[in-house]
Protein backbone atom coordinates (compact mmCIF):
# COMPACT_ATOMS: atom_id res chain seq x y z
CA UNK A 1 0.00 0.00 0.00
CA UNK A 2 1.23 3.31 -0.83
CA UNK A 3 0.53 6.13 2.16
CA UNK A 4 1.91 9.94 2.62
CA UNK A 5 2.11 11.52 6.17
CA UNK A 6 0.70 15.03 6.01
CA UNK A 7 0.06 17.44 8.88
CA UNK A 8 -3.70 16.84 9.73
CA UNK A 9 -6.25 19.35 10.41
CA UNK A 10 -9.77 19.86 12.35
CA UNK A 11 -11.41 18.16 9.20
CA UNK A 12 -9.76 14.77 9.83
CA UNK A 13 -11.37 14.43 13.44
CA UNK A 14 -13.71 11.73 12.94
CA UNK A 15 -11.56 9.74 10.72
CA UNK A 16 -8.69 9.93 13.34
CA UNK A 17 -11.28 8.84 16.00
CA UNK A 18 -12.33 6.12 14.25
CA UNK A 19 -8.96 4.58 14.51
CA UNK A 20 -8.53 5.14 18.71
CA UNK A 21 -10.02 1.80 19.12
CA UNK A 22 -7.34 0.24 17.47
CA UNK A 23 -5.34 1.28 20.83
CA UNK A 24 -7.04 -1.57 22.38
CA UNK A 25 -6.02 -4.07 20.05
CA UNK A 26 -4.48 -6.60 21.89
CA UNK A 27 -5.14 -8.41 25.11
CA UNK A 28 -6.42 -5.83 28.26
CA UNK A 29 -5.72 -6.84 31.64
CA UNK A 30 -8.72 -8.21 33.25
CA UNK A 31 -9.68 -4.98 34.89
CA UNK A 32 -9.60 -2.41 32.20
CA UNK A 33 -12.60 -1.31 29.85
CA UNK A 34 -11.18 -1.16 26.09
CA UNK A 35 -12.60 2.64 25.78
CA UNK A 36 -10.45 3.82 28.72
CA UNK A 37 -7.59 3.40 26.82
CA UNK A 38 -8.79 5.97 23.86
CA UNK A 39 -11.57 8.69 25.89
CA UNK A 40 -8.86 10.82 27.24
CA UNK A 41 -6.90 10.90 23.74
CA UNK A 42 -10.20 11.70 21.95
CA UNK A 43 -10.99 14.74 24.22
CA UNK A 44 -7.44 16.10 23.85
CA UNK A 45 -7.73 15.58 20.13
CA UNK A 46 -11.13 17.42 20.09
CA UNK A 47 -9.14 20.29 22.09
CA UNK A 48 -6.35 20.36 19.38
CA UNK A 49 -9.22 20.89 16.64
CA UNK A 50 -10.49 23.95 18.49
CA UNK A 51 -7.11 25.74 18.72
CA UNK A 52 -6.58 25.30 22.74
CA UNK A 53 -3.86 23.33 22.70
CA UNK A 54 -1.26 24.48 20.53
CA UNK A 55 1.39 22.31 22.10
CA UNK A 56 -0.43 19.20 20.58
CA UNK A 57 0.99 18.04 17.13
CA UNK A 58 -1.02 15.75 14.93
CA UNK A 59 -0.03 13.84 11.67
CA UNK A 60 -1.55 11.30 9.25
CA UNK A 61 -0.95 8.57 7.05
CA UNK A 62 -3.23 9.18 3.92
CA UNK A 63 -3.62 6.19 1.26
CA UNK A 64 -3.90 7.26 -2.30
CA UNK A 65 -7.77 8.10 -1.89
CA UNK A 66 -6.90 10.37 0.74
CA UNK A 67 -8.09 7.93 3.17
CA UNK A 68 -6.79 8.11 6.68
CA UNK A 69 -5.04 5.29 7.64
CA UNK A 70 -2.74 6.29 10.43
CA UNK A 71 -2.74 8.95 12.83
CA UNK A 72 -0.43 9.74 15.74
CA UNK A 73 -0.84 12.60 18.26
CA UNK A 74 1.75 13.96 20.31
CA UNK A 75 1.95 16.46 23.00
CA UNK A 76 4.96 18.65 23.40
CA UNK A 77 5.52 19.18 27.58
CA UNK A 78 8.85 18.72 29.91
CA UNK A 79 9.96 15.54 30.86
CA UNK A 80 8.58 14.04 34.07
CA UNK A 81 11.91 13.80 35.87
CA UNK A 82 14.53 16.15 34.34
CA UNK A 83 12.01 18.61 33.74
CA UNK A 84 13.68 19.09 30.29
CA UNK A 85 11.66 20.16 27.02
CA UNK A 86 10.32 16.76 26.00
CA UNK A 87 7.04 15.53 24.23
CA UNK A 88 5.13 12.69 24.86
CA UNK A 89 3.49 10.38 22.24
CA UNK A 90 -0.34 10.45 23.04
CA UNK A 91 -1.50 8.44 20.01
CA UNK A 92 -0.18 6.35 17.46
CA UNK A 93 -3.30 4.36 15.41
CA UNK A 94 -2.86 2.32 12.06
CA UNK A 95 -6.20 0.89 10.19
CA UNK A 96 -6.44 -2.75 10.27
CA UNK A 97 -5.62 -3.92 6.76
CA UNK A 98 -3.30 -1.39 6.66
CA UNK A 99 -1.33 -2.97 9.84
CA UNK A 100 2.50 -4.41 9.26
CA UNK A 101 3.25 -2.34 6.43
CA UNK A 102 5.37 -0.03 8.42
CA UNK A 103 2.92 3.01 8.95
CA UNK A 104 3.20 3.24 12.60
CA UNK A 105 7.02 3.22 12.48
CA UNK A 106 6.98 6.22 9.69
CA UNK A 107 4.19 8.17 11.61
CA UNK A 108 6.34 7.64 14.77
CA UNK A 109 9.66 8.87 12.78
CA UNK A 110 7.64 12.09 11.15
CA UNK A 111 6.45 12.80 14.82
CA UNK A 112 10.02 12.25 16.33
CA UNK A 113 11.13 14.93 13.61
CA UNK A 114 8.32 17.62 14.27
CA UNK A 115 8.76 17.57 17.56
CA UNK A 116 12.59 17.85 17.72
CA UNK A 117 12.00 20.46 15.28
CA UNK A 118 9.97 22.22 18.36
CA UNK A 119 12.76 21.91 20.80
CA UNK A 120 12.01 18.91 22.55
CA UNK A 121 14.92 16.58 23.79
CA UNK A 122 13.33 13.47 24.19
CA UNK A 123 9.78 11.32 23.43
CA UNK A 124 7.84 9.06 25.84
CA UNK A 125 5.43 7.20 25.50
CA UNK A 126 2.80 4.52 27.83
CA UNK A 127 2.72 1.04 26.88
CA UNK A 128 1.15 -2.03 28.45
CA UNK A 129 2.84 -4.54 29.21
CA UNK A 130 0.73 -7.02 27.04
CA UNK A 131 0.69 -4.77 24.16
CA UNK A 132 3.78 -6.87 22.80
CA UNK A 133 3.81 -5.98 19.42
CA UNK A 134 3.71 -2.36 19.92
CA UNK A 135 6.41 -2.81 22.71
CA UNK A 136 8.59 -4.46 19.87
CA UNK A 137 7.90 -1.56 17.60
CA UNK A 138 9.13 1.09 20.04
CA UNK A 139 12.11 -0.87 20.72
CA UNK A 140 13.33 -0.98 16.99
CA UNK A 141 12.85 2.48 17.20
CA UNK A 142 15.18 3.02 19.94
CA UNK A 143 12.98 3.66 23.15
CA UNK A 144 13.90 1.78 26.00
CA UNK A 145 11.56 0.76 28.85
CA UNK A 146 12.50 3.16 31.96
CA UNK A 147 9.81 2.59 34.47
CA UNK A 148 7.69 -0.24 35.28
CA UNK A 149 4.18 0.92 36.54
CA UNK A 150 2.54 -1.34 39.20
CA UNK A 151 -1.74 -0.95 40.44
CA UNK A 152 -3.44 -2.31 43.28
CA UNK A 153 -7.00 -2.42 42.89
CA UNK A 154 -9.30 -2.11 46.04
CA UNK A 155 -13.11 -2.65 46.15
CA UNK A 156 -13.85 -6.05 44.89
CA UNK A 157 -10.84 -7.51 44.48
CA UNK A 158 -9.67 -6.56 47.48
CA UNK A 159 -9.63 -9.39 50.13
CA UNK A 160 -9.88 -8.57 53.65
CA UNK A 161 -6.73 -9.00 55.93
CA UNK A 162 -7.28 -11.82 58.41
CA UNK A 163 -5.26 -10.21 61.08
CA UNK A 164 -7.10 -6.71 60.83
CA UNK A 165 -9.39 -6.82 64.16
CA UNK A 166 -10.45 -3.61 64.22
CA UNK A 167 -14.12 -4.67 62.62
CA UNK A 168 -13.29 -2.45 59.72
CA UNK A 169 -14.26 -3.40 56.68
Given at each position: ????I????P??V?????????????P????????????????LL?????G????????????PDD?I????????R?E?L?????A????V??????EG?????????EI???V????????????????????S?????GF?????????Y??????P???D??G??
Amino acid sequence: MSYSIRAASPADVEPMLALFPRLAAFPLPPERRAEHLWEGDADLLRRWTTGVVPQCLVYVAVDPDDRIVGVVMAQLREELLSHQPSAHLEVVAVHADAEGQGIGRRLIEEIEQKVQARGAESLTLHVFGSNTRARSVYERLGFTGELIRYIKYFGQAAKPDPADRSGRS
